[in-house]
């Protein structure tokens, strides 16, 4: 088993999508939104059965609280995943 990449979005799903496509997220990686990717977090979860994660901070400072099926990420948790990561790609 490979280990999983990690994705970290900052802004909403449809910036990306001209760059990016579901089908680029490998079985086990994970999608972890930060900043504005936070506003439209069903979105991120319609497109992706993936992990996804949310920075705690990020949804705090947006007044957002996180789907039932997003898991909220403090700092240590989050350098904890990059850690778990074979590689990171920022969005």
């Known amino acids: 088993m490979s280990l999983p990449t990690l994705h970290i979005f900052s802004k909403p799903v449809s910036y990306y999508k001209a760059a990016f496509d579901a089908s680029l997220l490998g079985e086990q990686d994970v999608l972890l939104l930060t900043r504005d990717a ?30 039932d099926n997003i898991e909220l990420l403090d700092d240590q948790q989050w350098i904890t995943l990059v850690e778990q990561c074979q590689k990171t790609i920022t969005w």
């Open 38 to 67: 936070c506003y439209d977090q069903r979105a991120w979860c319609a497109l992706s059965a993936n992990r996804t994660c949310m920075l705690s901070v990020c949804a705090l400072a947006r007044g957002i609280n996180a789907l």
